[in-house]
Each structure stands twice: as structure tokens, then as C-alpha cells.
């Protein structure tokens, strides 16, 4: 028995090592502002009451040029540099510091997925175009 759970146990971690190891030697695939984030993610998460034509936080999400415009805070994002963009920290619920402040969307809409948040720093972190 005690054999079989360290056999177990072993197969697990060296799964989970691998699917690791795999994810970090992928490369990112191109993404596009226009199918990726602003018809699926922006248009569904971000402009319903928010930061559509009303500019929450000076911020309005209804297309590239708006959204490079930035906020009352300034630019949101930094062309190339997903990890120094206000966007991302945004999305991952923290601030400049890193320390934990409430996600957007705010409590009471959708949060983004992991998968929603890695296509928007992958597409920062290719030069955010307007592709």
C-alpha cells in the first residue's frame, strides 16, 4: 500500500512538472486586439455600465484608440511591458505596489479567467497593436 502512494504521489509530481515545463516553452501565440480583446473580452466584461462612452475612471474600452488614450491615471497600457501596464494590474486585483486591491470588473459582473488575462498581457507583451 505505502508503495503504491509513493508511486502515486511520484507519477503526480513529475506530471505536474512536466505540464509546467510545457507551458513555460510555448511560445505565445499571436494575439488580435480586435477578435481577442475587444470583441471578447472589452465588449463583454468591461463595457456593459462601465467603460463604455461614460469613461469610468476617465477610462472608455470601446476601441484601440480610446484605450490607449488611457485614464484619469494616465496610460494604461505600456506597449511591450504587460508585467508595468495599470491594464494588467487591473485585471489581476493589485496595485503599482503588488499588494491585493478588488479585481475588474468589480464584485457583481464576470471576473476574467486566467485565459482571458494571459491573452491581454500576451498581447501587450507583443507590442498592443491595433491588429
Given at each position: 500500500?505505502?508503495?503504491?502512494?509513493?508511486?502515486?504521489?511520484?507519477?503526480?509530481?513529475?506530471?505536474?512538472?512536466?505540464?509546467?515545463?510545457?507551458?513555460?516553452?510555448?511560445?505565445?501565440?499571436?494575439?488580435?486586439?480586435q477578435?481577442?480583446?475587444?470583441?471578447?473580452?472589452?465588449?463583454?466584461?468591461?463595457?456593459?455600465?462601465?467603460?463604455?462612452?461614460?469613461?469610468?475612471?476617465?477610462?472608455?474600452?470601446?476601441s484601440w484608440?480610446?484605450?490607449?488614450?488611457?485614464?484619469?491615471?494616465?496610460?494604461?497600457?505600456?506597449?511591450?511591458?504587460?508585467?508595468?501596464?495599470?491594464?494588467?494590474?487591473?485585471?489581476?486585483?493589485?496595485?503599482?505596489?503588488?499588494?491585493?486591491?478588488?479585481?475588474?470588473?468589480?464584485?457583481?459582473?464576470?471576473?476574467?479567467?486566467?485565459?482571458?488575462?494571459?491573452?491581454?498581457?500576451?498581447?501587450?507583451?507583443?507590442?498592443?497593436?491595433?491588429?
Amino acid at each position: 500500500m505505502e508503495t503504491a502512494i509513493r508511486s502515486s504521489f511520484f507519477i503526480t509530481s513529475a506530471f505536474i512538472l512536466l505540464l509546467g515545463a510545457c507551458e513555460d516553452s510555448v511560445a505565445p501565440v499571436d494575439v488580435s486586439y480586435q477578435e481577442n480583446i475587444q470583441a471578447s473580452i472589452f465588449n463583454f466584461s468591461c463595457l456593459i455600465g462601465c467603460h463604455d462612452g461614460t469613461r469610468q475612471a476617465g477610462l472608455e474600452l470601446t476601441s484601440w484608440e480610446t484605450l490607449m488614450e488611457g485614464g484619469d491615471n494616465g496610460p494604461v497600457v505600456i506597449s511591450g511591458n504587460a508585467e508595468e501596464s495599470p491594464l494588467v494590474w487591473s485585471v489581476e486585483g493589485q496595485n503599482a505596489l503588488g499588494i491585493p486591491v478588488s479585481p475588474m470588473p468589480p464584485t457583481g459582473f464576470s471576473q476574467l479567467n486566467i485565459t482571458e488575462i494571459r491573452l491581454i498581457k500576451n498581447w501587450i507583451d507583443q507590442g498592443a497593436q491595433n491588429n
